[in-house]
Each structure stands twice: as C-alpha cells, then as structure tokens.
C-alpha cells in the first residue's frame, strides 16, 4: 500500500496546556501620595505629571518664613530657661552651704531645689518645643521616597495647602499587578505560582511575563 504525503503524519511527545483566559485592570504594585506635613504656601514645585524622579529628589517646598521664626523663638526660650536655671542651682549651692555653717533654714534649700526641679521640667519641656518646630521646618520640604513617575498634581505653586493636604503621587512602574477575575467554574484550574502571559492594551506588539502571586478567598456575587 503506498500512502500519500498528505496522509502521514509524524507523532512527537509535546506538553499540552490549557488557558484560562481573563482580564482585568493594571496598577502598579508600588505607590505613594504625598500629603502636606504642615500647613503654608507652597514656593517651589519643579515637577509635572509623567516626570521620572529620583529618590531624595525634591518635590514640593512649602513657604518656611513662619516656620523658621516659630523655630527661633522656641530657641530664645530655652536659652532663656536655661539662664534661670543656672542661677537657680547657683541659689541652691549657696543656701546648701549655708544650710552646713547653721545660716540659713532647711525649708530654704527646699524650696531652692523645687524651683531647680521645676525649671529643669520646663526645659525639657521647651526642648521638646524646639523639637516641634525643626519637624515642621523639615516637613516643609518634601522629597521623593522612592524611584518612580509623578502620576498626579493636584496643587500648582503659589497655592496655599492645609496639613494633610494631597500634594502628589508618586508611581513605580517597575513593577505592576493586575487585579483580574476568574470565573468560579474555572477558579479551580487557577494555582499560585502558575505563568501568566499578558497583553496590554496601547501594547498590542508585546508581551508581558508574570506570575499568579494571590487569590482572594471569597468569590463577588455576580
């Protein structure tokens, strides 16, 4: 018997696979809003939309006259405390030293050393005012935590912003996830870990790699 071309064919081991196809809205996996610290105007903003920043870049500085003058009268006031406090223990030393030769009362170096004790609590406690303020003085400038593209601005310079007010946002699309689903009669085929092949739209000529890493436990109605 003598067979035509058309009717041999060759058999070859190959791997079968099956897809599960689905779609879904793409988001990248790291990102950021920028929220005003404190509140002012803002004096510099160097970047748009779509720009690449570096991390430690600076994006937004706020006005610091206020701040700078908040920030040396805290000082002023320590340097003041610490002034009454020095001549408090000076008092107190004196009267210590009267209190041994029999010159002066018990209750007098009391009360030296709880005006000592006093003034060393509002110390710490303008101290900690100072603190405060060189926060707010840094806060006033905001820089890039990470490498990555400005996708939102929703202030422009001259603008006055309250605290906690949103700046910018800060993408990086390195890395990015898509938010799929899977219908619940396929949801069983679907396993951590399995290869995902991806086509993105605006990139009809490529494809994109990657790899189930979650799926949610409870299904939406619908």
Do not use: C, W, Y
Not at 25 to 38: G, K, N, Y
């Amino acid at each position: 018997m003598e067979l035509a071309g058309v009717d041999v064919t060759t058999v070859a081991a190959r791997n079968l696979g099956s897809e599960v196809r689905v779609s879904g809205s793409l988001t990248p996996i790291r990102r950021t809003s920028l929220t005003a610290r404190v509140a002012g105007t803002i004096t510099e903003l160097p970047v748009q939309i779509g720009d690449v920043v570096k991390k430690g870049d600076l994006l937004v500085r706020i006005d610091t006259e206020g701040l700078a003058s908040a920030l040396t009268a805290r000082n002023a006031e320590v340097e003041a405390v610490e002034a009454q406090l020095e001549l408090a223990e000076n008092v107190l030393a004196r009267n210590v030293s009267l209190r041994d030769t029999g010159a002066t009362s018990e209750a007098v170096r009391l009360e030296a050393n709880a005006n000592v004790l006093n003034l060393k609590a509002q110390l710490r406690a303008k101290q900690a005012a100072v603190a405060d303020a060189e926060r707010a003085l840094s806060d006033a400038q905001v820089h890039a935590a990470f490498d990555g593209v400005v996708s939102a601005r929703p202030v422009e310079q001259g603008q006055t912003v309250p605290v906690n007010g949103e700046l910018l946002t800060i993408v990086d699309l390195r890395r990015m996830e898509v938010d799929a689903g899977v219908p619940t009669s396929r949801i069983p085929r679907v396993r951590i870990g399995q290869p995902v092949e991806l086509t993105v739209e605006g990139f009809s000529d490529r494809k994109f790699t990657g790899e189930v890493t979650r799926i949610a436990p409870t299904a939406v109605a619908g």
